[in-house]
């Protein structure tokens, strides 16, 4: 076969430089324009079977949309409007896939490409076609397409939470035809990405238009209800042929060591809530404040602590990631650890915090660390196992922002006592994703404790599919 | 979108009553629990205590104290008929309400005069003896009586702090006396944190139950920033969603007032460039 000649290297993606960067929380990767993509998708092999479907969670046709974009090099919109068309059989929020999923972990990790060169680089590609769709007036048309002309007939679900989980499952029901209400807690919908997810990393317009589209889709949105608290459960049922439970993983884990109460020790769901959500880093320009030192230590290594880490910095402190683990052990995305780094995040591994030190005034001054080593096995979840050695070291810091991992909220599981959970509050479901109480679903964070974005979309879609089958079999005719 | 003011009185030389839009509160909350209010765009969350909540009309009514640049906007600039941005609850948990014998509501400060008045009319219901305290600074910072919860009370005080009104002294003063007599079953209590503190340890010695308002400051109101955490009995637990109304006697109180002050810098400041900006429009 005469195929394509191998181009081993990616093609790059613009960034804004460092020093504009660090200043502002514009988004710092700027993507592909048409003649660049279409000069990355050229790179793909066209695999068949396509190990890259496997890898990604929810099974896009990646091959297939790359076709797509390249087939029609001619017709931009064209190609644009065809490959769209093929993710949003799988995933109905690309911007947002292609910007924070793992791809390297996922999709591009399989890929062929990469035993020669570089992985074809998917999840650019991904956010390329969702940014020029959307910016073209492409994925309105193509949203006709998708909308259902028989809005409301086929039943009413009650969606609860407007992260990625619910958002999809929303979306997926109104698709098929029903009544969709979701219910958010907060004053704007999102959930996770819109409070987690800064603004240099997903753009809050983006998921605005997400919304909006949803809302074309006759998607109802109540805001400032709390499930389990403003209604019940119980009264969803009443009102709703099912329920589908998306409220994330909100609960932030503590460290219980001495000094956990000073002032400017924050979690990273408070720092990040308040600078996303709250906009205060526009302090006083918006009410909510933000108090933040010269000398900022982030415990935790996730995504989450990179968020936080390259926020602080954008505020103006020197920022140290301390982690207990070691460098290859970081749970984030590869490209948020880079950006860190170029940023002028400090790391620093095998240090596990075992105080909080105050000054005079009750503000932190220090942390102090007992110093890690590895051992030779891996835990459960595949990580080295590390133990601590007996040596100290105090660090000088004015601000600590603890991301060490999130739980499932448990106001809805306290609520209503039927609802089964596990030890660490995530909901008991069988293979469809039901729960305990019949007819109400449950997915993403809420049941896996802390994952991914995708991982929640993917979940919602399930569930979606789920709640299809259950309407339809419990309106049959006995 | 937003919720409609409905009502809007001056109650102090520093305190206002607000009635708002917000039937998915007003036909779910129960006493003890809070909401959390924005004003608008550029608002913060912040937490308020509820007055009553009207099942009928969808309403509820909150004590407001002038304050910092939430409260500012919504006494100078938010007329009735405007709307708010946001308004979500019932947040926490409620009280129990049951028989106790003769129960104490202590409040001096907004919040908990706010509380005082749904919480004993629950408690006279479930056949309890009443007891209120109200207590001011001053004539100035006293509301009129149909706010305060004497309607609920069988018996009912208000203390100013110079004597200018009612009682002079602080509810703690009252409370001495009252458990003295052996009138105090249970005290519940709201409003300064600094005399919360007291009244723990006021209770403590005769093992009278004590369950107070941890006034903390939040964000979300749901449990999901660890904003309002506090020591209880050795463990970290969050007012917003573990209280508001706490065991008295379990919180660490000086690490609590602590935290209670940690933005006051920048409260500060944001006050300082609202009034200015008020003053500049002769506004005040």
Redesign the interface.
Known sequence: MAGPKLIKERVPTPEVPVEERVKSFVEVNLGYDFVSAVKEAERCLQCNPAPCIQGCPVHINIPGFIKALRENAESPEEAVKNALRIIWDDNTLPAITGRVCPQEEQCEAPCVMGKAGEPINIGKLERFVADYARKHGIEKELLKEFTSTENGVKGKVAVVGSGPAGLTCAGELAKMGYKVTIFE???KPGGVLV?GIPEFRLPKEILDREIAKLKELGVEI?????VG???TLEELLEEYDAVFIGTGA???K?L?IPG??L??I??A??FL??INL??AYK?????????IGKKTIVIGAGNTAMDAARSALRMGSEVTIAYRRGREDMTARIEEIKHAEEEGVKFEFFLNPVEFIGDEN?KVKAVKFEKMKPLGEKDSKGKRKIVGTGEYITLEADTVIIAIGLEP???ISEEATALKTNPDGTLVVDENLMTSIPGVFAGGDAIRGEATVILAMGDGKKAAKAIDEYIQKKRLPA | MGYKITKKENLSAIDFFMEVEAPHIAKSWKVGQFVVLIVDEKGERVPMSVYYADRENGRIGMFIRRHGVTTFKLWYEKKVGDEILSIAGPLGKPIEVKHYGNVVFAADAVCAQAEAYATLKAMKEASNYTIAIHSFENKANTYPEEYLAKPVADEFYITTEDGSVGRKGHYLDILKELIEQDKVDIVFAGGKLGSLKKLAELTRPYGIPTIVTVRQIMVDGTGMCGSCRVLYDGEIKFACRDGPMMDAHKIDWDDAIKRNARFAEQEKLAREIYLAKLREKGVI
């Open positions: 807690a907060l004053h409070y109540k805001l400032d209800h709390i608290k403003t209604v909100g609960t932030p503590l219980n956990i109460l002032d400017r924050y979690t769901n408070e809530t308040r709250m906009k302090f006083p320009e918006y009410d909510e404040p933000i108090s009750g909220n448990r106001i």
